[in-house]
């Protein structure tokens, strides 16, 4: 078991798992490995260990659950845990939604870009067909000056 420390600066939430599904915690760093606990889709307050490994260039972390026991997860699946309240009052956030609305009203894709995320990119839905399309930094910095079209099935009843 490794050890954790008693007041954690950090702790993580899931995040990107379908609701009702959950997270495979596992034996080992390997998507291959043993299953042995899992977490629900809206886990929060989890402590990460420390350790890491990537195993075919995904990054996996330790996590300590309750009661002392070890397990790895896919780290895509995992973000720092910001309650709501210190979250909305953070000035990096406010600094982050004033920029990502320049960039829309500009139509600055090369703003847009640097906003995107470099591991989960930008999800945006569609919400009339609840279509979601992901943009990588690359697609977001061309994204104003594409002529490419999403086309959707949309229902008239």
């Not at 599904?21 to 402590?47: C, F, G, M, Q, W």
């Not at 973000?79 to 982050?96: G, H, R």
């Not at 640097?114 to 992901?134: D, E, K, R």
């Amino acid at each position: 078991m490794t050890p954790v420390p008693t007041t954690p600066v950090n702790t993580y939430a899931v995040i990107l798992v379908a609701k009702g599904e959950t997270l495979a915690v596992r034996h080992a760093a390997n998507p291959d490995s043993k299953p042995i606990d899992s977490l629900p889709y809206n886990a929060k307050n989890i402590l990460i260990t420390g350790q890491e490994s990537v195993v075919n260039g995904q990054r996996w972390v330790e996590i300590q659950r309750p009661g002392g026991v070890t397990g790895w997860v896919y780290a895509f699946f995992l973000t720092q845990f910001i309650p709501s309240v210190a979250f909305c009052a953070d000035q990096a956030t406010l600094s982050l939604l004033a920029s990502f609305i320049k960039a829309l009203n500009e139509k600055d894709g090369k703003l847009l870009s640097s906003l995107v995320s470099p591991v989960h990119g930008l999800n945006l839905h569609f919400l009339q067909a609840g279509t979601i399309a992901n943009y990588d930094q690359a697609k977001a910095s061309w994204v104003f000056d594409s002529t490419y079209q999403m086309h959707t099935k949309i229902s008239t009843r």
